[in-house]
């Protein structure tokens, strides 16, 4: 961590406050720290803020604003920054499908780390992840907390179609794809929870702060799991 | 209401200025890549500035009408523009009636030009937007590019004085362009001789140049602190220097955040010509500061749009807008008003 965040330009129309070059829980809680904040009050041309590992992207209006001014109005905010309320108080239990067809990656990933790969699933399955960020693609979440023994490098060349729903690792990261789309990292499983559907209140489900469980249910167990998470999903809207 | 019945598609989509608000969803704002453009054909048809329109790629389209007469204008990439088979010009506003058949040649030095219509085209908000989103699932009346038979409808055309053009033509890429931009936010893992390096070269756009990314070939730019940053936040223009060492410019299509590190910004006041730029074409790049690049946009022309977008809201035309916006009435290829029943 920083000891005085750094304000960043992203061009005429962004700018960045980074709080570290780390993944590291106490640099995100003070970026979902500032988010929330910014979200409480009006300051005059921000359009829009993005909350990442380890910096907040607040995008502005140029026209309204300027790069000096927003760093100025900004900076009265970090001195107190609220890190008790950064969770959200929302859990969920998420099922997957490890290994076979689901998670074509979980043998070699197992073998690269010397393990088995029941042990891969145990120790994969047995952390209360955090939701760090939501990003790259619509809903896609990033997970803090991944057991260090599991960390894989990613591959050297991405793969075009990862299917929604599935759960990858890669470096010291793992995540939960919501959509088609292409992916450097190792698939080691897939949930049926539809995390991000565009026609549905909320469209995306997880939120960053959000602590996501995964637990390892057979393939046979696909569609009654996916009945439970639609369920779930219900509970969760209203 | 009459009826566009797509018979040649191209690579089209629908788009406005973009859908803002879902970043932190990692749904990418889209939009028109050349938001100048989009604005000129909207204002020629008396549109506000952000009305959704059809933007063509590089490829031909052809496009015929069903029903009453419409009006439309063309602006952006250089290329041509007929309606059964006669010539007319772009930044224009032109009338087509029932049968009749509009051909849109391939861009030619360019890549994007926007389609609009008066009255706009009917489709549907969705958070705030038109445009479409492929990969979020947004996108109206259709969630995907047009297709051969699709159908779009548009309000028949109402009774103008006379047809409307730029007083200017659209000014398209120049060759050898040269693009500035705002280092950073990673400029620091970069070594000043590569920056140098960055600014001094002439980039080629590589053929995969497309609404996501418009990758750079040229030299290969070293990483002075290693290629993998904790990934933040994109912008349109941003440019990300990849593990190869090539650069890749992200544009409205992009993932939102990424994992390499950026050595610079495009400029906005940039940003239209250098999505025109065609695959291929030579690029340079030079350094501004932030507040040269927010100068230089508040002192452009790009400071009546903002002006546009509030006298746009207006009912029917504005000449102190149109006028702000280089635009002219001239009177080209007038109709008689009893042909709009």
Not at chain 2, 242 to 264: C, E, F, H, N
Request: proline fraction near 7%; hydrophobic fraction near 40%.
């Amino acid at each position: 961590m920083y000891a005085e965040p750094r304000f960043l330009p992203c061009g005429d129309s962004a700018l960045s406050v980074e709080f570290g070059d780390a993944i590291d829980e106490a640099v995100n809680a003070r970026v979902l720290s500032l988010d929330r904040k910014l979200n409480s009050q009006s300051i005059e041309g921000i359009i829009e803020a993005v909350p990442t590992y380890r910096s907040l992207l607040i995008h502005y209006d140029p026209f309204v604003t300027t790069f000096a001014n927003l760093k100025r109005e900004l900076i009265p905010y970090l001195g107190k920054l609220d890190l008790s309320r950064i969770d959200t108080n929302r859990a969920w239990s998420v099922p997957v499908v490890y290994g076979g067809e689901c998670g074509i990656d979980l043998e070699n990933l197992a073998a690269w780390n010397n393990l088995t790969t029941s042990e891969v699933i145990a120790r994969h399955s047995k952390v209360a992840y955090r939701v760090c960020m939501i990003g790259f693609m619509p809903g896609f979440a990033y997970l803090g907390g991944l057991d260090p023994s599991l960390a894989t490098p990613r591959r050297k060349q991405p793969r075009p179609d990862a299917p929604k729903g599935t759960i990858s690792i890669g470096g010291e990261q793992t995540a939960l794809q919501s959509v088609v789309g292409p992916s450097g990292w190792h698939w080691i499983g897939r949930t049926p929870l539809d995390v991000y559907a565009p026609d549905r209140n909320p469209m995306c489900l997880l939120d960053p702060g959000d602590i996501v469980r995964f637990y390892p249910i057979s393939i046979e167990a696909w569609q009654s799991e996916s009945e439970r998470c639609a369920a779930m999903i219900r509970d969760a809207v209203q | 209401m009459s009826r566009l019945i797509i018979t040649a598609p191209g690579i089209a989509s629908i788009q406005d200025i973009g859908r803002f608000g879902l970043q932190r969803y990692g749904v990418a704002p889209a939009g028109a890549m050349d938001a100048g453009s989009l604005r000129r054909a909207n204002t020629l048809v008396g549109c506000p500035v952000g009305t959704p329109a059809i933007e063509i790629g590089p490829l031909p389209v052809s496009i015929e009408v069903a029903g009453p007469p419409i009006r439309f204008a063309l602006s952006g990439a250089p290329r041509t523009l007929s309606i059964d088979g006669e010539s007319v010009p772009l930044d224009q506003t032109h009338v087509i009636r029932d049968a009749q058949r509009m051909k849109i040649g391939s861009a030619r030095g360019g890549m994007f030009s926007y389609l609009c219509f008066e009255g706009g085209l009917v489709c549907e908000l969705q958070h705030g937007s038109n445009s479409l989103d492929e990969r979020a699932g947004f996108g109206s009346p259709l969630r995907r590019r047009l297709q051969a038979a699709d159908v779009l409808e548009v309000p028949a055309a109402t009774a103008w004085h006379s047809e409307r053009s730029a007083a200017s033509p659209s000014a398209g890429p120049a060759r050898r362009d040269v693009i500035r931009v705002i280092l950073g936010p990673q400029d620091d893992y970069f070594y000043p001789e590569t920056i140098d390096r960055f600014l001094t070269t002439t980039w080629r756009t590589a053929l995969s140049s497309n609404r996501m990314c418009y990758s750079l070939d040229g030299p290969l730019l070293a990483h002075a602190k290693g290629y993998n940053i904790v990934s933040d936040g994109t912008v349109k223009g941003s440019v990300q220097v990849a593990g190869s060492g090539q650069p890749l410019v992200l544009l409205a299509d992009r993932g939102t955040v990424g994992g390499y590190p950026k050595i610079a910004t495009l400029a906005s006041i940039d940003m239209d010509r250098f999505v025109q730029i065609p695959p291929g074409g030579e690029v340079r790049f030079k350094a501004i500061s932030v507040g040269e690049a927010q100068a230089l946009l508040r002192t452009s022309g790009a400071r009546d749009s903002i002006a546009l977008r509030e006298a746009s809201r207006l009912p029917g035309i504005n000449p102190a807008a149109l006028a702000s916006a280089n635009l002219a009435g001239l009177a080209t290829n007038a109709l008689d008003p009893a042909a709009f029943d």
